[in-house]
C-alpha cells in the first residue's frame, strides 16, 4: 500500500501540467489558475489538517514560517513553473523542473550539509549530461529561451524551498504545513491577480474543470498519498517512487497534446532520473510541501 501511495502521487503530480495546458486552451490565464489552485487546496487542506488534530498542534512560529515559505518560496515556484508551461512543452518543463533533486545535492555539499564524495560527484556529472541532453534535443527544433530559464528558475526555487524548509520548519506536522504552505501561495497569487488583471474568473465549465483537477488531483490528492505512503515505506523508498512522475508527464504529453522528446532529449531524461534514483539511495530528502 506504501508503495501504491507514492506512485499515485507521483502520477498525480505528473498529470499537472497536462490539466495546466487543457486549462490555458479553455481561457483560463496563469494568475486565475494559480489563485483557484492554491485557494481550493489550501481549503481542503486546513479541513483535513484540523480533521486529524495536526492544527491543534501548531505554534504561533510554525504558522508565520509556513505562510512565509508558501507565499514567497512556493509561489515564486510555482509561478515560474506554470509562466514556463505557457510557452513550451509540458514533457520539456518535467525534465528540466525534475532537475531539483541534483540541485539540492549541489547545494547541500556547498554549504556543508553533505560531503562530496566520489559517488555524488560523478552522479552529479552524469545528471550534468544528462541536462545538456534535454536542452540540445530541445534546441534542434524551436527553443524558447525565456520558457527555459523559467523552467530552470522554477527547478531553482524548489531547490532553495527545500533546503530552506527543511530547517525552519522541522517537525511540523506534515498535512497541517502543507495547508499553511498553500495558504500563503494563495495570499501571494490573490494579490498578484487583484493587482493585475483584476478578481475577475470569468473562465467556462471546462476552464473550471481543469483548474479543479490541478487543486483536488494534482495538490490535494498527491501531497496527502504521498505523505501517506512516506509513513509506510520511508523517504528513501518514497524518493525513489516519486521519480514516475517524469514518465507519467511524457506519456500524458504524447497522448493529451500530441508532444514528443525527441531520443537525444529521452536519452538525457533517463540520464536525469537514473541519477536522482541514484542519490536517493544514498541521502534523501522528503519535499516538505507539494512538487510543482
Partial sequence: MGAFLCLFSAAAFGCMAIFGKLAYDAGVDVGELLVVRFGLAAAVLAAVALAVGQVQKLGRRAVVAGLLMGGVG???????????????????????????PVLVTVAAIAIGRETATTFRLVALGVASVGTALVLLGA???ALDALATALALGASVAYTAYILCGDR??????????????????????????????????DFGAEGWLWAT??????????????????????????AILSTLEPPVTIGLAALALGE?????????????????????SSSVRARPAPSG
Avoid at 509561478?79 to 508551461?85: D, E, H, M
Avoid at 522541522?170 to 502543507?178: K, M, S, T, Y
Fill in 74 to 100: 512556493y509561489a515564486t515556484q510555482a509561478g515560474l513553473y506554470f509562466l514556463a508551461l505557457e510557452r513550451m512543452d509540458a514533457s520539456l518543463l518535467s525534465l528540466l523542473l525534475y532537475t531539483y
Fill in 139 to 141: 534546441a534542434q527544433g
Fill in 168 to 201: 525552519i520548519v522541522a517537525g511540523v506536522p506534515p498535512v497541517a504545513l502543507a495547508s499553511l504552505v498553500t495558504a500563503g501561495a494563495t495570499v501571494t497569487f490573490g494579490i498578484v491577480l487583484l493587482a493585475t488583471t483584476g478578481p475577475s474568473l
Fill in 213 to 238: 483537477a490541478i487543486a483536488l488531483v494534482s495538490t490535494v490528492a498527491a501531497i496527502l498519498a504521498f505523505f501517506a505512503g512516506l509513513a509506510r515505506v520511508g523517504p528513501s523508498s518514497a
Fill in 260 to 280: 514528443a522528446l525527441s531520443p537525444v532529449q529521452l536519452l538525457g531524461g533517463a540520464l536525469i532520473l537514473a541519477t536522482v534514483i541514484a542519490l536517493s
